[in-house]
T-cell receptor, first 116, second 115 residues
Framework: DAGVIQSPRHEVTEMGQEVTLRCKPI?????LFWYRQTMMRGLELLIY????????DSGMPEDRFSAKMPNASFSTLKIQPSEPRDSAVYFC??????????????FGSGTRLTVV | AQKITQTQPGMFVQEKEAVTLDCTYD???????LFWYKQPSSGEMIFLIY??????QNATEGRYSLNFQKARKSANLVISASQLGDSAMYFC????????????FGPGTRLSVLP
């Protein structure tokens, strides 16, 4: 298995521009998570999906952030308009509920976003 | 609500010695799982070890073991025979069953292994 695949690895954009981060979870996993990591706030859970349905988006910082999961193999996190304070590493992770939780939640390599 | 506390922002250990990284948690859910992840300077999140709340024995994975004290709500990670490659950030995390898959992390501990 190729693991959780995130793209792009790095993104530099100007303030006010739209940014779209992409994630392909592990095939067969039914949960998908988006996290943001900053030095100040650590790892924050933004939103998670179960079977493509958003379950909890209480961690999404504001209306500029939106996430979708149109099918089991793809999810996007969009920021529009982007601001410098959105600069962070964004991780996607997936898991399979009820089976082998001991194997943990698998993370992608992350997208490092810089908004200038 | 769930909460993870890691009170050691940074730790130093001499190579080949053992080190304990502290983690305490708070949940009202009787069924939950505790996890430790390693994040080296390259940035990826590496799963290390898992402990279920109903597991009778402490989890072990190679040089990693989890000192689980349920009554104290602590889940400390013990790394034996530290290696230079163990230098990294270490995160404790939990998932409680009644919160679905809401998977929350502590602030992390930066471990530095000295030669």
């Amino acid at each position: 298995d190729a693991g959780v695949i995130q793209s792009p690895r790095h993104e530099v954009t100007e303030m006010g521009q739209e940014v779209t981060l992409r994630c392909k979870p592990i095939s067969g996993h039914d949960y998908l998570f988006w996290y943001r990591q900053t030095m100040m706030r650590g790892l924050e859970l933004l939103i998670y999906f179960n079977n493509n349905v958003p379950i909890d988006d209480s961690g999404m910082p504001e209306d500029r952030f939106s996430a979708k999961m149109p099918n089991a193999s793809f999810s996007t996190l969009k920021i529009q308009p982007s601001e410098p304070r959105d600069s962070a590493v964004y991780f996607c992770a997936s898991s399979l509920w009820g089976r082998d939780r001991a194997s943990g939640y698998t993370f992608g390599s992350g997208t490092r976003l810089t908004v200038v | 609500a769930q909460k993870i506390t890691q009170t050691q922002p940074g730790m130093f250990v001499q190579e080949k010695e053992a080190v304990t990284l502290d983690c305490t948690y708070d949940t009202s859910d009787p069924s939950y799982g505790l996890f430790w992840y390693k994040q080296p300077s390259s940035g990826e999140m590496i799963f290390l070890i898992y402990q279920g709340s109903y597991d009778q024995q402490n989890a072990t994975e190679g040089r990693y073991s989890l000192n689980f004290q349920k009554a104290r709500k602590s889940a400390n990670l013990v790394i034996s025979a530290s290696q230079l490659g163990d230098s990294a950030m270490y995160f404790c995390a939990m998932s409680a069953d009644n919160y679905g898959q809401n998977f929350v992390f502590g602030p992390g501990t930066r471990l530095s292994v000295l030669p």
